[in-house]
């Protein structure tokens, strides 16, 4: 550990947070603070306009605001500077206190510093939030005391921070951007999950390399008593598994990857631990479709069999979880066509993840350009010629062109609003197909962001009649 963290290290110090955001997090970090005797300064580049919902959750709080600004002298004010995650290190106001020699922490590296029990920590680009909560699912299946937390708006890490005691399990999800800053506090959960690794972020880091060194903080500052579970499929994450001083731990859908090892193997799922192999489960079991969801389930089983949680248990509780809202949800069946909720789709890969899961659909998609390659979405739409509902935006613009210049003999159309898209959908669906809002792009400009997004194609798909 690089300095000693304690919670009542911040009362009465002057502490800063860049960044107050519009997800939750910012605003349960704030009242962590306050809570704990902090003299608390906000700055946000965003107006309060813009803030408006975070900004009503803290009414009353004895907080003070620079919001529409970045004033450096709010740094020099500051003892401890707390960064939320959406604000990259590359802002000013980040640059002039590592200059100043600043303590830096976000809510990741207070909550790993600080959490009394048991650990699991998951990240990866796609697949976080459904293995999680199934984690969570399978610990508590075994009688564990669970609470789930993280890179989801419903929980903040830091909300959950004070009522969790030693005998309690934090499964907690991690983005890139909350795991950089492990690298000031040096710490690591004690089971790591890395689901994967896809091209993704490339407007915060300079390339993938970046990205996945990012990543990889969630396995760097293991001890050798830790556990870290890894995907064996991923090229990514195999490069990246000599950083931790944990015993790892392998899942892979296609083989055994090493003497404790998750897999498929003739439909069933397969444990291969000390010399010994037990099948745990058939895939059938698990209700959620899709190779990718293959994934979740072996990630998932591979950190609840690390915690201890015997195979009666997980059999059990597979068959009864239920994924969250806005990830592959179904939102209705109406006319006889399901309308599915995959706003969390904002990379390429993750449209074609949903188009895989629901080959027989209508597309919505597009959005803001993060800098990421499109041709593989674009190849499997040349390939499947689908009908296709565009939503505006600079990903937009760069499918549609590559479409047009490939000579793309399937169907699309454009939508100024998630209403008319759906509108548009529904006049493209045919019977016993599918409408699927996987917009595989983010949802900065027409939307506040991807729950946004999806909280608009629920309204719009409950208004049919």
């Known amino acids: 550990m690089k300095r000693r963290l304690l919670a009542d290290r911040f ?53 003070s605001w620079h919001l529409g600004v970045q004033d450096r002298r709010d740094v020099v004010w500051a003892d401890i500077v707390v960064q939320n995650p959406g604000v990259p290190a590359t802002n000013p106001l980040i640059a002039a206190a590592e200059r100043g020699g600043k303590l830096i922490l976000n809510e990741a590296s207070i909550f790993l510093s600080l959490a009394p029990g048991p650990t699991i920590g998951v990240t990866g680009t796609r697949g976080k939030t459904t293995t999680t909560l199934l984690i969570a699912h399978l610990l508590k299946a075994a009688g564990r005391q669970v609470v789930a937390a993280g890179n989801f708006r419903e929980v903040p890490m830091l909300s959950v921070l004070d009522r969790l005691t030693a005998k309690q399990w934090a499964v907690v999800e991690f983005s890139s951007f909350h795991l950089e800053g492990l690298a000031r506090t040096h710490r690591s959960p004690h089971i790591a999950v890395w689901t994967n690794l896809h091209v993704d972020h490339l407007n915060r880091y300079p390339s993938v390399t970046e990205y996945a060194r990012a ?66 489960l ?18 998932a089983i591979a950190a609840a069999r ?38 969390t789709a904002t990379s390429p890969d993750g449209a074609i993840a949903g188009m895989e899961t629901y080959p027989r659909a209508v597309y919505l998609l597009g959005g803001s350009d993060k800098h990421l390659d499109f041709a593989p979405l674009i190849q499997l739409m040349l390939k499947r010629s689908p009908r296709l509902v565009f939503l505006p935006g600079t990903a937009t613009i760069k499918m549609i062109a590559a479409l047009r210049h490939k000579k793309f003999r399937g169907q699309f159309v454009t939508a100024a609003s998630m209403s008319e898209a759906v509108r548009q959908a529904v006049r493209l669906v045919r019977p016993g197909e599918d409408v699927v809002l996987t917009p595989g792009a983010a949802s900065f400009g027409l939307f506040r962001h991807e729950f946004d997004r999806g909280e608009q194609f629920i309204k719009a798909v409950m208004a049919r009649r």
């Open 11 to 63: 009362s009465g110090q002057k502490i800063l947070l860049v960044g107050l955001g519009l997800h939750g997090g910012g605003a349960a970090t704030v009242r962590w603070l306050v809570r704990h005797g902090a003299i608390v300064r906000v700055t946000d580049k965003k107006i309060a306009g813009d803030l408006r919902r975070s900004l009503k959750s803290l009414a009353g709080l004895p907080v």
């Open 215 to 280: 990543k990889s903080q969630i396995i760097r500052w293991q001890r050798p008593d830790d556990i870290a579970v890894l995907n064996a499929d991923s090229a990514v994450v195999r490069r990246f598994a000599d950083q931790t001083t944990a015993r790892v731990v392998w899942f892979s859908a296609r083989h055994a990857a090493g003497s404790w090892s998750y897999t498929v193997r003739d439909g069933w799922i397969d444990e291969r631990r000390g010399g010994r192999s037990t099948r745990i």
């Open 282 to 299: 058939h895939r059938r079991d698990f209700p959620l479709p899709g190779d990718h969801q293959t994934h979740n389930l072996l990630a």
């Open 306 to 343: 690390a915690g201890g949680v015997a195979v009666t248990a997980i059999r059990r509780a597979v068959k009864t979880f239920r994924p969250i809202a806005h990830r592959q949800e179904v939102v209705r069946t109406w006319r006889g066509h399901r309308f599915i909720n995959d706003t």
